[in-house]
Each structure stands twice: as C-alpha cells, then as structure tokens.
C-alpha cells in the first residue's frame, strides 16, 4: 500500500524559507513521477513542481520558478520542495502526490495524472 506523508510546513514571514518533505512508503520513488501541488482556500488544487521518475525532468509553475526546487533522497525514500522568496500568495496546503504509471520525459502537471496523495501540509506566508 502507497503512503505519502508531507512534513515541514508552517508559518514564516514573506521573503523567507521553509523545505517540505515528502516520506514514502510501499512504492519507489524512483519508478514513478513525483509532484508537489498545492490548494488555497476556495481555490482548485495547483501544479507547484514535478520530478520524472529517473530524476531527470524537472517542471515547474511559472509561480515559483527560480524560488522553489524540487528534489529527493532515493535512500530515504524522500521528496523534498525547498521554497526560497517566500510570498503571501504561496499560502496554501500543499501535497505530494506519486503517479501509478511510468513515464517518459516530462512529468505531468496536472493534479489529475496523480494516484497517490498525502494528507497535505499547511504553509503560511505572511505579508
């Protein structure tokens, strides 16, 4: 059974940083796309970042180009979302989400591509 668990998030002043964690358990990271998203109150879920299964292609939103990196620790079966430049417009819960399929070349951006969610974790940006 896939389990994802998001750790790291919370409250800091904009222009700061947080890292977001993504453990994994019951699948490889490196066999299956990795995303993070992310969903602001009455908002719809968004693209944020995504890894390829072999590590090579890296996506990005337009948002947080050259502010977020993604990247991941295969021993530690972790996903990690380093965000510099902190906004207040990055205020949201964020998740990662792993595919069922495997793929080649660019990731997937969109939220609905992904099978396997954690339970999200919130970021606050204040102004």
């Known amino acids: 059974q896939v389990q994802l668990a998001e750790f790291g998030g919370g409250l800091v002043q904009a222009g700061g940083s947080l890292r977001l964690s993504c453990a994994a358990s019951?699948?490889?990271?490196?066999?299956?796309?990795m995303g993070w998203f992310r969903q602001a109150p009455e908002k719809e879920r968004e693209f944020v970042a995504a890894m390829s299964w072999s590590g090579t292609f890296l996506r990005y939103a337009d948002s947080v180009k050259g502010r977020f990196t993604i990247s991941r620790d295969s021993a530690k079966a972790t996903v990690y979302l380093q965000m510099n430049m902190l906004k207040p417009d990055d205020t949201a819960v964020y998740y990662c989400?792993?595919?069922?399929?495997?793929?080649?070349?660019?990731?997937?951006?969109?939220?609905?591509?992904?099978?396997?969610w954690g339970q999200g974790t919130q970021v606050t940006v204040s102004s």
């Open positions: 019951g699948r490889s990271l490196s066999t299956y796309a």
């Open positions: 989400a792993q595919r069922s399929r495997v793929d080649y070349g660019l990731p997937p951006f969109s939220y609905r591509e992904y099978d396997y």
